[in-house]
């Protein structure tokens, strides 16, 4: 990446001139503190003259608090440590899908990218990652939606199915009609709800049930598709998680064999599933599932996985990735008045996403960032 002035030498406006993606024109956009203006600001100095100028990746499943391994972070300063990872790699906006530790001082951190966060993972009693979630009963959902829902900034996180060591298999987290509770005191507190969901039976009864976000989805049937669709729900499905699968079934099939075999085939059919789900309509956004078993800053990782695998237009992963997610998450693209969160890329990343590994220029709220 070419070198661009420190932060601590910033002028009063930086100039930025390329093929600015999705509108494919070269524009000139001008950066005045945090903002993007079209109108000529005298003495701007300029980070970048040429290239493809592409609003802030995003990354709609990232999990700060946790790192490599489903280890909770030990401080907000390694929480903020992982947002650099994904910064420098594009990654200018995340959805925190829960953080078993709270960091609400990183939601104005010049040096973290914009942060969209659930409160810590809402998860059954001692059938979820140890430490990582909030485990309630059925009774206290409401009460703990709330809570969290406070501890957030616009989301709460539900952990709508895991295995269930008595039946050694997928089970909901808790019974569905507590589930379908959960989403609307998350509704009446003015949140959107993320809902983990691998098993048939959960995904299909919380898309009828009204959560905004889908994470992961692998066991939607078409009638669900088609219900998402009718009803605008996201999915997130975090491909490159469900890549891993396979080695979660071999670690489980000597105990739970029903529930291998049962991952196994979730794994096999995912990228149909995501396809169908892409044909039908339904908004995908991209989410890495960060922190646990994918490492930070593989963001187009997963959007390649979109590309090849479920077979999503290049330019379609481009929007799920950049300025639709952002739009969903409420963070304005590169339009007069808008966040000044841009990345340079030297070659046309709809012609190759590739492109995306390399990006020549990072500016994440209105600072070039060295990369």
Known sequence: MSDVPPAADSPEAWHVRG????????????LVGDRVTFEPVPGAVTLA????????????HCHLGIRYGAAPVESVDEARSLAVV??????LAIRDAGSPL????????????????????????????????????AEDLPA????????????????????DRGLGDLAPGWDLDAMARAVDAAHAAGVRVAAHLFAEESVAAMVRAGVDSVEHGTGLSEDDIAEMAARGTALVPTMINVE????????????????????????????SVVAAAYEAGVPIYVGSDAGGG??????????????????????????????GAREWL??????????????????????????????????????????
């Open 144 to 163: 703990a939606v709330a809570a969290q829902a406070a501890a957030g900034n616009g989301w709460v996180k539900l952990v709508g199915d895991w295995i």
């Open 86 to 91: 994904d910064r420098d790699a594009g990654v």
């Open 294 to 323: 994918i490492s930070h800053g593989e963001t187009v990782s997963e959007m390649l996985l979109l590309r090849e695998r479920a077979g999503m237009s290049t330019v379609d992963v481009l929007r799920a990735g950049s300025w």
């Open 102 to 137: 709270p960091y609400p001082e990183l939601d104005d951190d010049p040096d973290v990218p914009r942060l969209a966060r659930a409160g810590r993972h809402i998860a059954p009693v001692r059938r979820y990652l140890r430490d990582i979630g909030l485990e309630v009963t």
């Open 49 to 60: 003259d040429r290239g493809f100028v592409l609003p802030g990746l995003v990354d709609a």
């Open 330 to 371: 409420g963070f304005p693209g590169l339009t007069e008045g808008g966040l000044a969160d841009l990345v340079v890329y030297d070659d046309d990343p709809r012609v190759d996403l590739t492109v995306l590994r390399t990006p020549r220029l990072v500016v994440l709220r209105g600072r070039p960032v060295r990369t």
């Open 244 to 271: 891993t699968f396979e080695s979660i079934a071999a670690k489980a099939e000597d105990k739970f064999p029903g529930y291998a075999a049962h991952m196994r085939r979730l794994r096999e059919r995912f990228p």
């Open 19 to 30: 093929v600015v993606l999705p509108d494919d024109e070269v524009r000139d956009l001008w």
